[in-house]
């Protein structure tokens, strides 16, 4: 399927650190695509007979292979996408982590559920559906698979990949991996193909549903197929986390959390904390602690381990955010630091810090997908609350202060699917991800993950004479 000659595809390996191509793929044929497919949807008819304890051991090898290989796993995310190096094998191991909770917990999650009734018994068995088509994003090219591909293949279902045309390396792997741990053919396959085939993928009467993590357009356009062809599906699409600082939060550790935590995947991370949240009284304080902290920020190749700062994941996405900045700029905003690009190859830029930023600008109203703080001064916890909820996102946030039970409450008026107390949103198998509003909708992960595509099939047993 490698074709070096072949330039002009789309998917291809452009390191962002230098920029350079290097690795090209071939798109399939529609008679590619049609045997992968029919291969899924054969292999759905058997794995679904399996039992969990053969389902749990594919898992926990795949969970295996990924802990033996992650600095070579973690590096190939870094050549891709430019992920710091030291980032990236986190992010393998978390999605071990992810395999092995699915396969030590599903058979308690899908067993039968007893309900209450008066008349005879009755119990939910929870069936897997089909084939599963997953759309997922190049900036945890590991993770996004994980989140969607573990509990699925234990639930009983087969698994189509539809992975970033820019990790194409990484979405291979993945499938190399699975053959290796010994999945059957057709349990879980990778796609070669363009954002153009997925129309046809969904309405494929073999696929049964779908999952897309991306963009507000895409998840739009992917829900409309889904509900046209009376499939299910899950979304999330990113958001604009807010990060409320409380008057009592120990402001050394909330900046601490904020600045560092906003360069995490260079700020490429839908739940990075992205609108700081202050009040008045200490907002200067704050933005001189965390420009300090910018000013000393290493930046440069992530295979490094010094370097605390990777270059983004295209140039395409560092042009974009250098213009949300300049336009946010443009609006009457004020640029604190940084905001430019380095003066180097590699799809560089330097941390940056907004403030006065105001209802109608660039940076209030849409994600910024890379290093930049953009800080809010407010005079009341009321204020910050309305704030926090002034956005079309709604997928994670947090509550700094030191009153966890008034942090607590202040959580509860803020509308989103995630809100962490004294600490960013962050990522454990146990717990659910997921958003409201313009976030999308669903959950990955802990046990609400595994039920999305499963049929809870209502099974009743009793008489003809009960009363109903």
């Known amino acids: 399927m490698n074709n070096q000659a072949n330039k002009t595809s789309s998917i291809k390996t452009v390191n962002p650190t230098t920029n350079e191509v290097e690795k090209v793929f071939d798109v399939m044929t529609e008679h590619q695509i049609e045997e992968i497919v029919s291969a899924a949807d054969k292999a759905f008819h058997s794995w679904r007979k399996t039992s969990f304890e053969e389902r749990a051991k594919l898992l926990h090898k795949v969970a295996s292979i990924l802990r033996e290989r992650k600095e070579e796993l973690g590096k190939l995310c870094t050549i891709e996408m430019g992920k710091l190096h030291k980032e990236a094998i986190g992010e393998v191991a978390l999605c071990a982590d992810i395999f092995d909770y699915y396969a030590n917990n599903g058979a308690k999650f899908l067993a039968d559920a007893p309900l209450e009734t008066p008349h005879g018994k009755a119990f939910l068995s929870y069936e897997p559906i089909g084939v599963l088509l997953s759309v997922q994003p190049w900036n945890f090219p590991f993770y996004q698979i994980t989140r969607s591909a573990a509990a699925n293949i234990m639930a009983g279902n087969t698994f189509l990949l539809k992975h ?18 010994g999945a059957p053919k057709g349990v879980y396959t990778n796609l070669f193909v363009p954002g153009s085939k997925i129309s046809n993928l969904v309405a494929d009467p073999r696929i049964k549903a779908g999952a897309l993590t991306g963009s507000e357009p895409a998840g739009s356009s992917f829900a409309a197929m889904a ?242």
């Not at 966890?404 to 962490?420: L, P, W």
């Not at 960013?424 to 976030?439: D, H, R, V, Y």
């Not at 990955?444 to 595509?453: K, L, R, T, V």
Request: aromatic share 8%; hydrophobic share 40%; with cysteine.
């Open 164 to 181: 970033a045309s820019n990790v194409p390396q990484c979405a291979a792997v993945m499938e190399n991996i699975f053959t290796e741990a």
């Open 227 to 468: 509900g046209k062809y009376i499939k299910k599906s899950t979304l999330e699409l990113g958001g604009s986390d807010a990060f409320i600082i409380l008057e009592d939060a120990d402001l050394d550790k909330a900046v601490h959390t904020a600045a560092l935590g906003r360069l995490w995947n260079a700020g490429q991370v839908c739940t990075s904390p992205k609108r700081i949240i202050v009040m008045a009284s200490v907002a200067d304080e704050f933005i001189s602690k965390a420009k300090a902290i910018y000013e000393k920020i290493r930046i440069g190749d992530p295979l490094d381990p010094a370097t605390q700062l990777a270059p983004l994941s295209s140039e395409k996405a560092v042009e974009d955010v250098i213009k949300q900045v300049e336009d946010t700029v443009k609006g009457g905003a004020k640029l604190v630091y940084g905001g430019k690009r380095l003066n180097r190859s590699g799809a560089f830029m330097e941390p940056t810090i907004l403030t006065d930023i105001k209802p109608g600008m660039v940076a209030y109203s849409d994600e910024i997908f890379g290093p930049v703080l953009c800080i809010y001064s407010v005079k009341d916890e009321d204020e910050a609350v309305k704030l926090a909820n002034d956005t079309k996102f709604g997928l994670g946030g947090t509550v700094f202060g030191k009153d966890t039970g008034r942090a607590v409450k202040v959580a509860r008026r803020i509308d989103t699917g995630m809100v962490y107390i004294n600490h960013m949103t962050g990522i454990a198998p146990e717990l659910p991800f997921g958003g409201t509003k313009n976030s999308g909708y669903g959950r990955e992960q802990s046990p609400a993950g595994i039920y999305e595509f499963v049929n809870a099939k209502l099974i009743r047993v009793t008489t003809p004479d009960a009363a109903y």
